[in-house]
Protein backbone atom coordinates (compact mmCIF):
# COMPACT_ATOMS: atom_id res chain seq x y z
CA UNK A 1 0.00 0.00 0.00
CA UNK A 2 0.97 3.26 -0.67
CA UNK A 3 2.40 5.65 2.38
CA UNK A 4 -0.52 7.84 3.80
CA UNK A 5 -0.18 10.75 4.91
CA UNK A 6 -1.52 12.09 8.13
CA UNK A 7 -3.22 15.28 8.07
CA UNK A 8 -1.77 17.76 11.41
CA UNK A 9 -2.76 21.56 12.38
CA UNK A 10 0.36 22.57 10.34
CA UNK A 11 -1.04 22.11 7.16
CA UNK A 12 -5.11 21.81 7.12
CA UNK A 13 -6.74 22.51 10.40
CA UNK A 14 -9.71 23.29 8.74
CA UNK A 15 -9.78 19.83 7.28
CA UNK A 16 -9.52 18.36 10.82
CA UNK A 17 -11.90 20.46 12.00
CA UNK A 18 -14.68 19.79 9.82
CA UNK A 19 -17.50 17.06 11.18
CA UNK A 20 -17.03 13.92 9.43
CA UNK A 21 -19.93 12.56 7.19
CA UNK A 22 -21.94 9.18 8.08
CA UNK A 23 -20.48 5.91 6.29
CA UNK A 24 -22.98 4.79 3.63
CA UNK A 25 -22.53 0.91 3.68
CA UNK A 26 -24.23 0.58 -0.09
CA UNK A 27 -21.07 2.66 -0.99
CA UNK A 28 -18.59 -0.14 -0.01
CA UNK A 29 -15.58 2.32 0.06
CA UNK A 30 -15.88 2.51 3.62
CA UNK A 31 -13.74 -1.21 3.26
CA UNK A 32 -11.06 0.08 1.29
CA UNK A 33 -11.01 3.24 3.85
CA UNK A 34 -10.22 0.59 7.16
CA UNK A 35 -7.83 -0.70 5.61
CA UNK A 36 -5.93 2.40 4.96
CA UNK A 37 -6.65 3.25 8.84
CA UNK A 38 -5.12 -0.30 9.57
CA UNK A 39 -1.82 0.60 7.73
CA UNK A 40 -1.75 3.63 9.07
CA UNK A 41 -2.48 2.72 12.68
CA UNK A 42 0.27 -0.55 12.14
CA UNK A 43 2.96 1.77 10.57
CA UNK A 44 2.60 4.89 13.27
CA UNK A 45 2.96 4.77 16.97
CA UNK A 46 -0.34 5.44 17.60
CA UNK A 47 -3.10 4.52 20.15
CA UNK A 48 -5.73 5.07 17.45
CA UNK A 49 -6.78 7.36 14.17
CA UNK A 50 -10.00 8.53 13.09
CA UNK A 51 -10.47 8.25 9.38
CA UNK A 52 -10.69 12.25 8.80
CA UNK A 53 -6.90 12.38 10.30
CA UNK A 54 -5.77 10.46 6.91
CA UNK A 55 -7.98 12.52 4.69
CA UNK A 56 -10.75 10.49 4.86
CA UNK A 57 -13.68 12.61 6.71
CA UNK A 58 -16.21 9.43 6.90
CA UNK A 59 -17.55 8.45 10.57
CA UNK A 60 -14.71 5.54 11.18
CA UNK A 61 -12.78 5.10 14.60
CA UNK A 62 -9.79 2.10 14.37
CA UNK A 63 -8.57 1.42 17.74
CA UNK A 64 -5.36 -0.53 17.61
CA UNK A 65 -4.39 -0.17 21.53
CA UNK A 66 -6.35 0.31 24.09
CA UNK A 67 -3.46 -0.38 26.68
CA UNK A 68 -1.24 1.34 28.99
CA UNK A 69 0.95 -1.24 28.05
CA UNK A 70 4.27 1.15 27.11
CA UNK A 71 5.73 -2.12 25.24
CA UNK A 72 2.65 -2.38 23.53
CA UNK A 73 2.32 0.91 22.52
CA UNK A 74 6.00 1.17 20.93
CA UNK A 75 5.17 -2.69 19.46
CA UNK A 76 3.86 -2.14 16.01
CA UNK A 77 2.73 -5.51 15.24
CA UNK A 78 0.25 -5.54 18.73
CA UNK A 79 -3.01 -4.55 17.05
CA UNK A 80 -6.27 -5.16 18.58
CA UNK A 81 -8.37 -3.92 15.66
CA UNK A 82 -11.46 -2.78 16.59
CA UNK A 83 -13.41 -0.51 14.05
CA UNK A 84 -16.60 1.47 14.91
CA UNK A 85 -18.42 2.74 11.86
CA UNK A 86 -21.30 5.70 12.64
CA UNK A 87 -20.46 5.57 16.55
CA UNK A 88 -23.08 7.24 18.78
CA UNK A 89 -22.40 8.04 22.52
CA UNK A 90 -25.77 6.63 24.23
CA UNK A 91 -24.52 7.61 27.91
CA UNK A 92 -21.25 8.64 29.92
CA UNK A 93 -20.33 8.44 33.54
CA UNK A 94 -17.26 9.01 35.53
CA UNK A 95 -14.20 10.70 34.52
CA UNK A 96 -10.62 10.29 34.44
CA UNK A 97 -7.48 12.54 33.38
CA UNK A 98 -4.31 11.56 31.08
CA UNK A 99 -1.87 13.58 28.82
CA UNK A 100 -3.20 13.04 25.94
CA UNK A 101 -1.22 13.39 22.35
CA UNK A 102 -2.73 13.39 19.05
CA UNK A 103 -0.98 12.34 15.29
CA UNK A 104 -2.35 15.56 13.77
CA UNK A 105 -1.77 17.66 16.35
CA UNK A 106 2.16 17.41 16.21
CA UNK A 107 3.88 18.04 19.60
CA UNK A 108 0.85 19.57 21.76
CA UNK A 109 0.24 17.44 24.36
CA UNK A 110 -2.65 18.38 26.79
CA UNK A 111 -4.30 16.94 30.39
CA UNK A 112 -7.73 16.01 29.20
CA UNK A 113 -10.25 14.99 31.35
CA UNK A 114 -12.96 12.22 29.97
CA UNK A 115 -15.37 9.83 30.74
CA UNK A 116 -14.81 6.40 32.88
CA UNK A 117 -17.42 4.43 31.39
CA UNK A 118 -19.47 5.13 28.14
CA UNK A 119 -22.05 2.97 26.15
CA UNK A 120 -21.84 3.50 22.43
CA UNK A 121 -24.09 2.10 19.76
CA UNK A 122 -21.81 1.59 16.15
CA UNK A 123 -21.98 -0.65 13.16
CA UNK A 124 -19.45 -3.00 12.40
CA UNK A 125 -17.24 -3.55 9.18
CA UNK A 126 -20.23 -6.18 8.02
CA UNK A 127 -22.78 -3.45 8.42
CA UNK A 128 -23.78 -5.25 11.85
CA UNK A 129 -25.33 -2.78 14.38
CA UNK A 130 -24.26 -2.79 18.28
CA UNK A 131 -24.19 -1.41 21.49
CA UNK A 132 -21.47 -1.67 24.35
CA UNK A 133 -20.06 -0.33 27.31
CA UNK A 134 -16.31 0.51 26.95
CA UNK A 135 -14.50 1.50 30.51
CA UNK A 136 -11.53 2.50 31.87
CA UNK A 137 -8.84 4.03 29.32
CA UNK A 138 -10.83 1.98 26.05
CA UNK A 139 -13.06 4.95 27.00
CA UNK A 140 -10.45 7.29 27.12
CA UNK A 141 -8.95 6.25 23.47
CA UNK A 142 -12.17 6.42 21.86
CA UNK A 143 -13.40 9.71 23.48
CA UNK A 144 -10.14 11.39 22.17
CA UNK A 145 -11.30 10.06 18.25
CA UNK A 146 -15.25 10.81 18.38
CA UNK A 147 -14.24 14.35 18.93
CA UNK A 148 -12.17 14.35 15.72
CA UNK A 149 -15.29 12.74 14.41
CA UNK A 150 -17.22 16.60 15.29
CA UNK A 151 -13.62 18.58 14.58
CA UNK A 152 -12.56 18.93 18.10
CA UNK A 153 -9.58 18.27 18.90
CA UNK A 154 -8.01 17.23 22.23
CA UNK A 155 -6.52 21.02 22.67
CA UNK A 156 -9.46 22.67 23.23
CA UNK A 157 -10.78 20.83 25.78
CA UNK A 158 -7.47 20.15 27.43
CA UNK A 159 -7.19 21.50 31.18
CA UNK A 160 -3.44 22.38 30.17
CA UNK A 161 -1.52 22.77 27.10
CA UNK A 162 2.37 21.48 26.64
CA UNK A 163 4.39 21.35 23.73
CA UNK A 164 6.41 17.59 23.95
CA UNK A 165 8.12 15.41 21.81
CA UNK A 166 7.37 11.57 22.41
CA UNK A 167 10.41 11.29 25.48
CA UNK A 168 9.16 13.95 27.02
CA UNK A 169 5.25 12.44 26.99
CA UNK A 170 6.56 9.38 28.53
CA UNK A 171 9.03 10.41 31.56
CA UNK A 172 5.35 12.84 32.44
CA UNK A 173 3.49 9.74 32.39
CA UNK A 174 5.32 7.99 34.27
CA UNK A 175 4.85 11.10 37.12
CA UNK A 176 1.43 11.37 36.05
CA UNK A 177 -0.18 8.09 34.94
CA UNK A 178 -3.77 7.62 33.93
CA UNK A 179 -5.93 8.24 36.52
CA UNK A 180 -9.45 7.39 37.78
CA UNK A 181 -11.06 10.24 39.23
CA UNK A 182 -14.39 8.41 39.90
CA UNK A 183 -16.34 5.78 38.00
CA UNK A 184 -19.89 6.54 38.10
CA UNK A 185 -20.96 10.42 38.47
CA UNK A 186 -22.78 11.57 35.87
CA UNK A 187 -20.31 13.22 32.96
CA UNK A 188 -21.17 16.20 31.85
Known amino acids: MEEIER ?9 LRQVSKEVDFNDTSYLEDIKKLEYFCTHNEVFAMAAV ?17 EDKYGDLSYNEKRVFI ?30 YKMEVEYFKEDGTKTREVLEGFISTVFSHE ?18 MDVEERKKYRSIHPYEVLSQDEPFD
Open 146 to 163: YDHLNGILHMDIAKEIME
Open 53 to 69: QIGIPKRIIYLRNTTLD
Open 7 to 15: ITIEDNESF
Open 86 to 115: NPVIISRKGRTRYLEACASCVDYAGVVERP
